[in-house]
Nanobody, 117 residues
Framework: QVQLVDSGGGSVQAGGSLKLSCTAS????????MAWYRQAPGKERELVLR???????SYSEAVKGRFTISQDNDENTRYLQMNSLKTEDTAVYYC???????????WGQGTQVTVSS
């Protein structure tokens, strides 16, 4: 059973915008910490943001002020709005959920974001 589905990637020029989606099961959506990570070619995976069940969101310094999370409770979906994209934002983006013992239990399949100059 697929617990997380992420989508919405694509190609855009620098300065443009994209919106990613992460759709979860109802349980995960309502009870779990969720996060977005990204991994660029040849680089380590890095945390983009983490959304806690108390509603707080922490963003990495690399994306703060440009990326914003929102949600649709009826669709059990969270969205990552990415504005003012830079070439260095190019990566595969993954949503993750349910933090336990320092690691996330569930991962989406990843979606490619490519930003060209």
């Amino acid at each position: 059973q697929v617990q997380l589905v992420d989508s919405g990637g694509g190609s855009v020029q620098a300065g443009g915008s994209l919106k990613l989606s992460c759709t979860a099961s109802k349980y995960i959506f309502s009870r779990c910490t969720m996060a977005w990570y990204r991994q660029a070619p040849g680089k380590e995976r890095e945390l983009v943001l983490r959304f806690s069940t108390d509603g707080t969101t922490s963003y990495s310094e690399a994306v703060k002020g440009r990326f914003t999370i929102s949600q649709d409770n009826d669709e059990n979906t969270r969205y990552l709005q990415m504005n003012s994209l830079k070439t260095e934002d190019t990566a595969v983006y993954y949503c993750a959920a349910c933090l336990r013992g320092g690691a996330f239990d569930y991962w989406g399949q990843g979606t490619q974001v490519t930003v060209s100059s």
